[in-house]
């Protein structure tokens, strides 16, 4: 069988059956491609290679520059293709199970400080429709803890503004109700009534997505990315991350005494050791009371 068919059919399974997320897909296909391109080169075979081909491959990507994590989502790719042609009845075993997985640190994620966030938010020109929509967008993805997935995805009737409240839908097509920040919804609002129907253009007037660019469809992941670096540049904070709003979102509310359980329902995390991660981020303000109070400090 084809490279070719042999993608096709694995991308069918991966949205068929195992209902992945689009973005998952997408990134699983890719690295699926990338493989199947490496055992082309090579003249081997798909159902009948080993893991220390497999080994051969990896050590090829670390080469590139990957990182343990990135190789440890490679590897998380391969094995759901060579999963894929198990069931298929291509092969009796997968090797990837051969292989062990990169021993993987605990990587804290960068979180903005209060002041931060005022000023990253601050720093957006809302004398423009452009610039509406950006406050609107970034004020919802810090209020709601939202992955840029997610933001992107929202649509118009995703919005309870009455109820102040947001359905999002997350990994897997899970959805969940987020509450709505007070400054966030006042900021939707004006996006809503004043800025959004000067995007929206004649040709794109069924067009459902909440927030849109210059050509009056959704914005996209890369736009978003693109609007947040300029603005957090504008405001000399960290820029490298969008997905620090999120991080921020959560590490505000668990200072703030909020109980883990409820942030990990409000950022859709399905096991909550994801979102412990956010109480190890305070260790200097736990050192600076230890030393503050302690008789031996």
């Known amino acids: 069988m084809s490279a070719e068919e042999w993608k096709r059919r694995y991308e069918d399974y991966l949205r068929a059956e195992q209902r992945r997320a689009e ?6 296909v890719r690295e699926c491609e990338r493989f199947l391109s490496f055992c082309r080169t090579a003249d081997l075979d798909v159902v009948r290679i080993s ?3 497999i080994i ?6 670390q080469i590139d520059g990957l990182d343990s994590r990135t190789i440890a989502k490679v590897l998380s790719g391969l094995s759901s293709f060579f999963h894929f042609l198990v069931i298929e009845g291509e092969r009796t075993d997968n090797p990837v199970k051969t292989i062990d997985m990169p021993r993987l640190g605990r990587r804290l994620p960068a979180v903005y400080t209060l002041d931060e966030v005022e000023e990253l938010l601050g720093a957006i020109d809302t004398g ?3 610039g509406l929509r950006d406050r609107a967008l970034f004020e919802l993805i810090y209020s709601c803890g939202l992955r840029v997935s997610e933001a992107v995805a929202l649509r118009v009737n995703s919005l309870f503004l009455d ?3 947001v359905r999002v839908v997350g ?4 959805e969940r109700i987020v509450p709505l920040g007070e400054l966030a919804e006042q900021w939707v609002r004006r996006y809503l009534s004043e800025a959004r129907p000067a995007l929206m253009k004649s040709g794109a007037m069924s067009e459902d997505h909440l927030f849109l660019n210059n050509r009056g469809t959704a914005l996209s992941r890369k736009g978003m990315w693109k609007r947040f670096r300029s603005i957090a540049e504008r405001a ?3 820029s490298s991350k969008l997905h620090t709003l999120r991080h921020s979102f959560a590490t505000h509310l668990l200072k703030g005494g909020a109980d883990l359980r409820a942030v990990q329902e409000l950022l859709g995390h399905a096991d909550i050791s994801t979102t412990q991660v956010y109480t190890h981020l305070d260790v200097d303000d736990l050192r ?3 030393a503050d109070h302690h008789p031996r400090g």
């Open 288 to 290: 600076k009371a230890h």
């Open 171 to 174: 990994k897997g097509s899970k």
């Open 236 to 238: 000399k904070v960290d």
């Open 128 to 130: 423009t429709a452009y």
């Open 163 to 165: 109820e102040a409240v």
């Open 51 to 53: 893991g220390a081909h």
């Open 23 to 28: 973005l998952t897909v997408r990134t699983y």
């Open 56 to 61: 051969e491959y990896v050590v090829e990507r």
